[in-house]
């Protein structure tokens, strides 16, 4: 398997990988709403949502959240909007805010169903493109600006066009955690959960998979075709190591190691089960475990500990600092102010959605 690395453009793309910075708002007036105070009142009437999370979610940390969430839900109303949570996002966003749970793309096609106007991505930036791109005539805001990712940041458009000349002929697959510039570069586009049938559909002997150097080895281990990576990372997985996953097991040898691909082949190696943040999450409702470590984000085991009481889960935390950019101050200004409107350049946009319905189509 090859890694490329051809860096055209490192010095000039943006450090948080986004395509097309807006933060223009739509023009829509902020309606007045003041955000409650938390009254017996108000703990009474959100108190059937604090019984969802109250095992990840402290009393004393409730009465700070509890009015922000009532406030979000009522703009939800008013703005006729829906919020897309990603699986990294903290549980009293996951679960109290939060009308579609999952991974980006499930997201993105949850909200192609809806009626809503508006769709606010708690996420990064990428998944707020993605979004878009499904829901062209729809408002996407992002609560910030600077929620990136460090693999949508490792590669350009510009990389993308000198891989094409690099390699002639070579299909090329981009991971969903890309800009839309790039994904607009690109032949088709994969998830993690997704990918090895995605490299197999294009009947080619050799496929460019990018950006993420990890997950194109574990392809690599899934299909005999011959996978050419580039070397980008992400931050928060590329730090799991094989001594992380001995520690957990010398701890208890019972404890069931579940890991992302985004990870070191070494942690792959030793894990118990590998797959996208969706499988990962199927695997601990299907199968129970007394005790397991999900080898990824930190809040994802929050989230999935929310609907598995029964389950015991082991904390060797990562955070990803780009997801916990977004909070329920900044959703709740989001909604309020109508910011930050996420837009896409016509032509680009054309060429993404192209990319991202091929797997759409395909995986459907
Ligand atoms: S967890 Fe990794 S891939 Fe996901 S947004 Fe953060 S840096 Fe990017």
């Not at 194109?216 to 992380?244: L, N, P």
């Amino acid at each position: 398997m090859d890694i490329v690395e051809t860096r055209a453009s490192v010095a000039r793309h943006r450090p948080d990988g986004r395509s097309t910075p807006s933060g223009a708002p739509s023009g829509t007036p902020s309606p007045a709403a003041p955000l409650p105070a938390f009254t017996p009142e108000l703990a009474a009437e959100m108190a059937p949502l604090y019984a969802r999370v109250q095992h990840v979610v402290t009393p004393m940390e409730w009465p700070h959240y509890a009015p922000l969430i009532k406030a979000i839900n009522d703009l939800k109303k008013m703005r006729n909007a829906v919020i897309l949570a990603h699986n990294y996002m903290t549980p009293e966003i996951f679960h109290c805010v939060g009308d579609f749970r999952g991974d980006s793309l499930q997201l993105a096609k949850e909200a192609a169903r809806t009626k809503a106007d508006v769709i606010v991505q708690a996420g990064v930036h990428f998944m707020a493109e993605t979004s878009k791109l499904m829901n062209p005539d729809k408002t996407v805001l992002i609560p910030d600006l600077e929620a990136g990712c460090s693999l949508a940041a490792s590669i350009t458009a510009d990389d993308v066009r000198l891989l094409r000349e690099a390699y002639p002929g070579v299909p090329i697959v981009t991971y969903v955690n890309t800009s839309a510039a790039v994904k607009a570069e690109c032949d088709i586009c994969c998830t993690s959960s997704n990918a090895v049938k995605v490299v197999e559909s294009l009947g080619a002997p050799r496929v460019l998979l990018i950006p993420d150097e990890y997950l194109a080895k574990y392809v690599q281990t899934q299909t005999s075709i011959e996978i050419i990576a580039w070397k980008g990372r992400c931050e928060v997985h590329e730090r799991f190591t094989a001594k992380d996953i001995e520690e957990i097991r010398a701890a208890d040898p019972g404890t069931k190691i579940i890991a992302h691909p985004e990870c070191p082949p070494e942690v792959l190696d030793v894990a118990d089960f590998t797959g996208s943040t969706s499988a990962m999450i199927n695997w601990v409702k299907t199968n129970h475990p007394k005790k397991v470590a999900l080898i990824t984000e930190c809040s994802m085991a929050s989230n999935v500990a929310v609907e598995t009481p029964d389950v015991e889960f082991i904390r060797p935390c990562n955070l990803c600092p780009h997801m916990k950019r977004i909070s329920l101050e900044n959703i709740y200004e989001a909604l309020r102010d109508m910011r930050h409107e996420v837009t896409i350049d016509a032509t680009v946009a054309e060429k993404a959605r192209r990319a991202v319905e091929r797997m759409v189509n395909l995986t459907n």
